[in-house]
Every structure is written in C-alpha cells, then in structure tokens.
C-alpha cells in the first residue's frame, strides 16, 4: 500500500516562496497520478494542482496558475509543489493524494492515497 508523506511547509511572508515534496513509500508511484489538494481552516478541502503518471501532463487549479508548479521524480517516488508569489489566502494544510491509475482531475473523491498534509501559513 502506497504511504504518502508531505514536507517542506512553513511560515512565509506574501510575495514569498515554498517547496512542499511528497515522498512515496512504494515504487507503485510511478504508475499513480498525482495530486495537491489544500484545505483552509473551516472550509473544504480543495483542488490545487495535479499531475500525470509520466508527468508530461499538468492540471491546476484557477487561482494558482502562474504561480504553482507541480512536477515529479518518478526516481525518487516524490512529487513536488513549487509555490511562488504566496498570499494570504494560500494559508492551508497542503496534501498530498496518489490515484492509482490515469486520473488526474480536481475530484477529491477519486484519490484513494493521502498524505497527513503539512501546514502553510503565508502573513500578510
């Protein structure tokens, strides 16, 4: 069973960056899709950015285009988020989810691995 595990949160000011990583326990990584989801304190959790088996496809969501970038290491079994130009409203617990095949859309129900998320909070 494929254990995920997220690093790389923190504190950061607006404007600034993180890396978040999610390293795989199992080498079945490579042939799971991959995605960030986020959930903010009293809402739900949601979309962020995904990834393909072979990572030459990429999905985001709206609010992050431009400033996220999801890719991945298949050597490694890990997947990253590179965050750029944070703001306030990206103040969330970040995690990490493996689908076990080809999906790799903004559905939250069709992630069948989590990670236990790392926090980040960006001030303002």
């Known amino acids: 069973q494929v254990q995920l595990v997220e690093s790389g949160g923190g504190l950061v000011q607006a404007g600034g960056s993180l890396r978040l990583s999610c390293a795989a326990s199992?080498?079945?990584?490579?042939?799971?899709?991959m995605a960030w989801f986020r959930q903010a304190q009293g809402k739900e959790r949601e979309f962020v950015a995904a990834?393909?088996?072979?990572?030459?496809?990429?999905n985001y969501a709206n609010g992050v285009k431009g400033r996220f970038t999801i890719s991945r290491d298949n050597a490694k079994n890990t997947v990253y988020l590179q965050m750029n130009s944070l703001q306030y409203e990206d103040t969330a617990v970040y995690y990490c989810?493996?689908?076990?095949?080809?999906?790799?859309?903004?559905?939250?129900?069709?992630?069948?691995?989590w990670g236990p998320g790392t926090q980040v909070t960006v001030s303002s």
């Open positions: 199992r080498p079945t990584f490579s042939v799971s899709a």
């Open positions: 989810a493996a689908n076990l095949g080809v999906y790799f859309g903004s559905d939250k129900n069709a992630y069948e691995r």
């Open positions: 990834i393909s088996r072979s990572g030459d496809n990429t």
